[in-house]
């Protein structure tokens, strides 16, 4: 079965830094959703690639699929408190209903 | 912006005991889903569901789980007798269609307590 690992689990950063997560497939990855889960609370879409090579954009979000690398990276710009949560990555694996999610990314943004 | 909602947020059951949460989906979508996530855990997938057939269930969904659409709105998980491995947050989800490209709208979830 298809398992997504995500990197790191855990981010502090101080308000105004840049940062990176990573999701990477364990098979070859056709697309990928990006959520954002507040502590104790529902999944936010936040986006979806669909293409190798596609990348998009959400205010100070940034998505990419690499395709060959079986991996996206979320990158997000100028970071602000609001956007602490944890950040996790899904795939639809096997079967078109089925969301598989990954290990989540624990990010805490300090003043 | 339409969203899912879920009742009840927390449910406290004694062990044994049945447990259904609702779940109203956006309008016009056609799919539905049950995930949980069990503390610490990821996300997992529990069922999907579809013109009022179970389309695809997990492992996990074994014969103590159902679920429901009693109306054109609601969209219920029964668990017939609770176990102490079944404390979870449990999520609810829709979507227009299924497949890529067919994001999944998720409720705030219910936190299930079993005693």
């Known amino acids: 079965s298809q398992e997504l690992e995500q990197s790191p689990q855990s981010l502090i950063v101080q308000e105004g830094k840049n940062l990176t997560i990573n999701c990477t497939s364990s098979?070859?990855?056709?697309?990928l959703y990006w959520y954002k889960q507040k502590y104790g609370e529902g999944l936010i879409f936040l986006m979806m690639l669909q293409k190798g090579g596609e990348e998009k954009s959400h205010e100070k979000i940034t998505a990419k699929l690499d395709e060959k690398k079986q991996q996206s990276s979320l990158h997000i710009t100028a970071s602000q408190p609001s956007h602490a949560g944890i950040y996790l990555c899904g795939a639809h694996t096997g079967t078109a209903s089925k969301l598989t999610f990954g290990t989540g990314t624990r990010l805490q943004v300090t003043l | 912006e339409p969203e899912v909602t879920q009742t009840p947020s927390h449910q406290v059951t004694q062990m044994g005991q049945e447990v259904i949460l609702r779940c109203v989906p956006i309008s016009n979508h056609l799919y539905f889903y049950w995930y949980r996530q069990i503390l610490g855990q990821k996300v997992e997938f529990l069922v999907s569901?579809?013109?009022?057939?179970?389309?695809?269930k997990s492992e996990i969904f074994d014969d103590q789980f159902s679920v429901e659409r009693p109306d054109g709105s609601n969209f219920t998980l029964k668990i017939r007798s609770t176990k102490l491995e079944d404390s979870a947050m449990y999520f609810c989800a829709s979507s227009e269609a299924a497949g890529w490209g067919q994001p999944q709208h998720f409720g705030d979830g219910t936190r299930l307590s079993i005693l």
């Open positions: 098979k070859t990855l056709y697309g």
């Open positions: 569901f579809y013109n009022n057939e179970i389309s695809e």
